[in-house]
């Protein structure tokens, strides 16, 4: 069976070890790099086919698959104090840093995937973008999720500058929670509120089989007041604001 080793044990890999450890009758042996300490110990408590090991590279040693899943400001200095093998496959989740970089930092190692894990792995439902195509990868994602693979480099990171949103979407569901308190609803009651609504209408979102713009659709009645409110914020700029949002973030991903 495949193993896996993890150099960085934090938020993304913790998802992805407890995705693949979870409710699987034959888990695959994981290794894991010494830091974060509480989080790689914590998950070899939780999980028995998941081990610490003492070093990162020790986490090299003993896995073929070696996901990188620390910050991008340390990488390069993590990567290149490590010696690695042709046979290894390296699948970095660390933003930003394209295949010519990685490829130099992790020479001699001839398979490297670039990929955007969601957190939601934790729960097998993150759907991963990674590129190139590469067997290894596909199978590791496929076990916590399903995969989809852009046809180049560069409209992997567009996917990258989409997962920028998330905070942004949320602040929405707040500032709405919030103007609701403002107008005498009891806050948790607000909070409350919008979270099962939004909760539903995500559940709604994915089960849908047409376009976004037609669900968008079924939820305004002609002259109604979700047509009112989307036409308010049209008018006002805010598709552009977050197009043009997204751009300044798809410069940075692209090292701009
Ligand atoms: N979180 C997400 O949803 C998400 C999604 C897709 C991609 N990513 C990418 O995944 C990477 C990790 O993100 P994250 O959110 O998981 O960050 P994080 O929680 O900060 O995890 C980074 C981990 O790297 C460890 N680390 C630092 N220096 C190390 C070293 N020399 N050797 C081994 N491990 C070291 C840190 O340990 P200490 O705590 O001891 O410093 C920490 O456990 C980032 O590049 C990010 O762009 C994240």
């Known amino acids: 069976m495949q193993s896996y080793g993890f150099v960085g044990a934090g938020e993304i890999a913790a998802a992805i070890v407890e995705g693949l450890s979870t409710g699987v009758t034959d888990p695959p042996p994981i290794v894991l790099s010494p830091r974060n300490h509480?989080?790689?110990?914590?998950?070899?408590?939780?999980?028995?086919?998941?081990?610490?090991?003492?070093?990162?590279?020790e986490v090299l040693d003993a896995a073929e698959a070696v996901v990188v899943a620390v910050r991008p400001q340390v990488a390069q200095e993590v990567l290149a104090q490590l010696a690695f093998r042709p046979?290894?496959?390296?699948?970095?989740?660390?933003?930003?840093?394209?295949?010519?970089?990685?490829?130099?930092?992790?020479?001699?190692?001839?398979?490297?995937?670039?990929?955007i894990p969601l957190p939601t792995a934790a729960r097998a439902a993150s759907r991963t973008a990674m590129y190139p195509d590469d067997a290894v990868a596909r199978a590791l994602f496929e076990s916590v999720g399903d995969v989809v693979v852009p046809g180049d480099e560069p409209t992997l990171n567009t996917f990258s500058a989409a997962t920028s949103t998330?905070?942004?979407?949320?602040?929405?569901?707040?500032?709405?929670?919030?103007?609701m308190a403002e107008h005498g609803v009891d806050p948790q009651d607000a909070?409350?509120?919008?979270?099962?609504?939004?909760?539903?209408?995500?559940?709604?979102?994915?089960?849908?089989?047409?376009?976004l713009g037609e669900l968008a659709g079924?939820?305004?009645?002609?002259?109604g007041i979700n047509e009112q409110f989307l036409a308010g914020l049209r008018r006002d700029g805010v598709p552009d604001l977050v197009r043009r949002g997204l751009d300044d973030v798809l410069a940075r991903v692209k090292g701009q």
């Open 218 to 223: 079924k939820h305004m009645t002609p002259g």
């Open 166 to 179: 998330f905070a942004a979407h949320l602040d929405q569901l707040a500032t709405i929670a919030s103007w």
């Open 87 to 115: 046979e290894h496959v390296v699948v970095s989740a660390v933003a930003g840093v394209g295949l010519a970089q990685l490829s130099e930092w992790v020479s001699p190692a001839g398979r490297i995937v670039r990929s």
């Open 38 to 57: 509480d989080v790689a110990h914590n998950l070899a408590a939780r999980f028995p086919n998941v081990r610490v090991c003492g070093s990162n590279q």
């Open 191 to 211: 909070d409350g509120y919008v979270a099962h609504v939004y909760g539903e209408l995500g559940r709604t979102l994915a089960r849908h089989e047409g376009t």
